[in-house]
């Protein structure tokens, strides 16, 4: 063999020359390894590699080092094609969308051997003759650890089954191609998005689910008490289980500007909840958001510049990394959809409130609801805006005042009275981003809290102006409807791992 | 000037040879940079720039280049020196525990310049004269933008208050030193794991908050509905929102069991929760939890080897990433605590219940709970263990077979009967994780759900063994009691943003 027994610290990058390995296990213990080390490279029994690595270009063909690389691959069979002499299977782990392919002796074959079954192999990694793949596995034997009935299985074998379809399998679609891909995506976007705030010095802070603020979504709040208790009601007298009616979140906003009151920049990533009564393909009851709010900071663009930002580099990941599975997306669940992140978000692609209402009624299209100066934009509006505006996502800034919640920053103006607040609207999807400049001054703050009453319900609210306060704001960005818009999937459903809406509530 | 203009995709590293930069905020854009970049270097105003920067060493003083640094500078103020001809002034915006000595002329002073307070300075960044700092801000303006009562503040300047002082008011404790490192610690603990599993190639599953599971945690979850609604009783006919009764997750662990079933590992980090009507310092009613689930293994030790591994990279990570942040803890919170991970978690601090039984029942220690074979271990055994075997976390693995849930692999040994799972005790804290394989075997698990009258609900889960089940088992790390751990925090309380317990559920 030309191949050296690297140094110990070095296993990686050797075994690197030879399989463009991008996944390492947790249970490969390196020890084991350089003892396996010989002739030939016994991948240790207790070292579940993933097959991610086995699909991976061959640098160097280890029959050319005069090695045999012995190899245990353990996956799901995602295709069986027996022939004469040869049987042929596809086993896939979820490492990645491709499979390894097997070559096996016909005598191998077993009836067991079906689509979904799982599967051990032992055998060889050669390179493969064919162009399809770079590796091939010669299996010596396999074993199905775990059989798959083809009859009972929901999911048929060269069938393609739609996304309504799988959805009607909760604790099964992610042995699908889509939502396994999806899933991945999902994670790397994940990842993507905690890189982007942990490279620009924002703190995460895990805002709570419980809350006892109950204003703000009013009307479609979830309330929490323990099971087996009846509800117990304030006017009884009797006991809530925190003391006070505890709630779902419905945002980490007001949790992350306690935050912002001590950091440059703090930013929440979690489950948010509604109780709408809804089965709207873009609503869900549990659904994901991020949210960021930043201190210093006066101006609307600042923000919008973290938005772009988090957008932009987000997307840029996932095509880097995960470009295969997005392509899957792009191919064949949303033909013809490509997103166009290089077209989206570009400057300036920004109008104010005040602007789009006389974009609206400069239309000659006729719209169901009012676009008087003062009514909030409905769908409708917001479709015929991205539309007019060259189908990219569009900026909408400065709403009225009286449209916009108490922690809004007042701009002061008139006789157009509005506030400091941005929404970002994005083709299919529409609301993608709320945001605002919040009012940190003391005495705008309280009276217009003492208006709506709830001056003291928020005095810790308050507080927050009267201890330090700061210029400050932030935003909200919908993660479920994020995915929507990068992969092009039509329906919300589809891109969480397990959607709760109205009258579901699966597993 | 000797410095020359960089080109503009090598602005970061150019700068990095004056300052040591560690914090990139969103907000400078490189080309307002690059324009402002001549004899003297000013930050834009848009530029919200940390702190963390500016306290950090000089590899160049800009002195020596000849050029001046203007600085503008935002935080809140930890102390004010008034000297005859200059004050002196320690701001801080969170981006590090360090704050950034400011020196301005007498004549800047003012009334509002209190502990507390926010401010926005401008000046020159210049070397520190005093060794207790490299570089310090020589102000030409300062102006107080939030300003801070100190009579009516909780905190008080040069006094030191105790974790549960500040405990008391939940939207002010990030403002001290204690709760902001906490914060910052948190983040990276956070960024850690996250790190740690997706560089082994596990893929992150968003988990259910909402579920229809009712099993595990009888009488102990929290139940949820609509606000305003009378909480609807399935014998009354009533329609719940869900159609069916919905609780907050006490764990992710089936939901990851499903994913399991296509991809080589999985984990979940998101909030959990207990309605346990407890005021103990070890419990919250919403807590963190790190869980983790492995395909194709069938050995309890390749379980504790993520574990092991997870706790050394997490510690190691934050070790090296906030060291001033946890010696803040070791010296200030919890004097003469450190964290011997070196010590902890060697191999082989591994007994079986079995073999705790024996040392619990050859002690001469008087307990006040039972410890015959099939007795659960209270805390008391606990504590005795982990101190019996050297105040080292400890393993416990292979625990009474009837001890535990349907979902454990039966061990099938005899005459006593157990289950493969295992529990990580650590001194301080007691138990941190606990995991086990799960039972994959149709046969075994549907009988032993038949037994318990739950084989109808569980019908999904058993699907799981239907259709390619896999040897596979998992593990789930209580986030807080990690913290607890690492820090020497007593109280669970005091390492969690807003914590939620029995009566208490503030903001």
């Known amino acids: 063999s030309k191949v050296q027994i690297p140094p110990k610290n070095d296993l990686s990058s050797?075994?690197?020359?030879?399989?463009?390995?991008?996944?390492?296990?947790?249970?490969?213990?390196?020890?084991?390894?350089?003892?396996?080390?010989?002739?030939?490279?016994?991948?240790?029994?207790?070292?579940?590699?993933?097959?991610?690595?086995?699909?991976?270009?061959?640098?160097?063909?280890?029959?050319?080092?005069?090695?045999s690389l012995s190899h245990r691959a353990s996956g799901w069979v995602r295709s069986v094609r027996p022939q004469k002499e040869n049987l042929f299977l596809h086993v896939n782990d979820g490492s990645s969308l491709q499979s390894l392919q097997v070559v096996a002796s016909s005598e191998l074959n077993h009836r067991l051997l079906t689509f979904g079954s799982a599967v051990e192999i032992s055998g060889s990694l050669v390179t493969s003759p064919s162009r399809k793949q770079d590796v091939e596995l010669q299996a010596d034997q396999i074993d199905v650890v775990g059989e798959c009935n083809p009859v009972d299985f929901p999911f048929k074998i060269k069938e393609k089954h739609g996304l309504e379809y799988i959805r009607q399998f909760p604790h099964l679609r992610c042995k699908t191609n889509a939502f396994s891909s999806l899933l991945r995506i999902r994670s790397e976007a994940t990842a993507a998005i905690q890189q982007y705030f942990k490279e620009k010095g924002f703190i995460q802070v895990h805002t709570p689910v419980l809350t006892s603020n109950d204003c703000e979504g009013a009307g479609e709040l979830f309330q929490v008490e323990p099971a087996g208790q009846e509800k117990n009601q304030d006017e009884e007298g009797h006991q809530h289980f925190f003391s006070v009616p505890?709630?779902?979140?419905?945002?980490?906003?007001?949790?992350?500007?306690?935050?912002?009151?001590?950091?440059?920049?703090?930013?929440?990533?979690?489950?948010?909840?509604?109780?709408?009564n809804s089965q709207s393909r873009r609503h869900l009851a549990e659904f994901y958001m991020v949210e960021a709010e930043i201190s210093f900071t006066q101006s609307l663009e600042d923000?919008?510049?973290?938005?772009?930002?988090?957008?932009?580099?987000?997307?840029?990941?996932?095509?880097?990394?995960?470009?295969?599975?997005?392509?899957?997306?792009?191919?064949?669940?949303?033909?013809?959809?490509?997103?166009?992140?290089?077209?989206?978000?570009?400057?300036?692609?920004?109008?104010?409130?005040?602007?789009?209402?006389?974009?609206?009624?400069?239309?000659?299209?006729?719209?169901?609801?009012?676009?008087?100066?003062?009514?909030?934009?409905?769908?409708?509006?917001?479709?015929?805006?991205?539309?007019?505006?060259?189908?990219?996502?569009?900026?909408?800034?400065?709403?009225?005042?009286?449209?916009?919640?108490?922690?809004?920053?007042?701009?002061?103006?008139?006789?157009?009275?509005?506030?400091?607040?941005?929404?970002?609207?994005?083709?299919?999807?529409?609301?993608?981003?709320?945001?605002?400049?919040?009012?940190?001054?003391?005495?705008?703050?309280?009276?217009?809290?003492?208006?709506?009453?709830?001056?003291?319900?928020?005095?810790?609210?308050?507080?927050?102006?009267?201890?330090?306060?700061?210029?400050?704001?932030?935003?909200?960005?919908?993660?479920?409807?994020?995915?929507?818009?990068?992969?092009?999937?039509?329906?919300?459903?589809?891109?969480?791992?397990?959607?709760?809406?109205?009258?579901?509530?699966?597993?």
């Open 14 to 67: 050797t075994i690197f020359t030879i399989f463009t390995f991008k996944y390492f296990t947790p249970l490969c213990p390196p020890d084991i390894l350089r003892l396996s080390w010989s002739k030939s490279i016994m991948w240790p029994p207790g070292w579940r590699s993933g097959l991610r690595h086995c699909i991976a270009a061959l640098a160097v063909p280890p029959e050319t080092l005069g090695i």
């Open 246 to 276: 505890a709630y779902l979140t419905v945002s980490g906003q007001l949790h992350l500007e306690v935050m912002a009151g001590a950091f440059p920049g703090v930013y929440a990533f979690g489950p948010t909840f509604r109780a709408e």
């Open 303 to 507: 923000l919008m510049k973290v938005m772009e930002d988090l957008f932009r580099s987000t997307t840029e990941h996932l095509l880097s990394q995960c470009p295969e599975d997005v392509a899957l997306y792009h191919k064949h669940v949303s033909p013809g959809y490509r997103v166009r992140h290089q077209k989206y978000l570009k400057r300036n692609t920004m109008i104010t409130y005040t602007e789009a209402i006389n974009i609206l009624n400069s239309s000659s299209k006729k719209f169901a609801f009012k676009t008087d100066w003062g009514s909030d934009l409905q769908t409708e509006h917001e479709k015929y805006l991205v539309k007019h505006c060259g189908d990219v996502p569009l900026f909408v800034t400065d709403y009225p005042y009286a449209l916009k919640p108490f922690y809004t920053r007042d701009n002061q103006d008139q006789p157009l009275h509005t506030a400091a607040a941005v929404d970002l609207l994005v083709p299919g999807v529409g609301e993608m981003c709320g945001g605002s400049l919040r009012e940190e001054r003391l005495d705008l703050l309280k009276s217009r809290l003492a208006q709506a009453g709830l001056d003291e319900t928020y005095g810790w609210y308050l507080d927050l102006r009267r201890f330090g306060s700061v210029p400050h704001g932030g935003f909200g960005m919908g993660f479920e409807r994020y995915l929507q818009c990068v992969l092009g999937v039509d329906n919300i459903k589809d891109v969480i791992p397990f959607p709760r809406y109205s009258r579901s509530c699966l597993l």
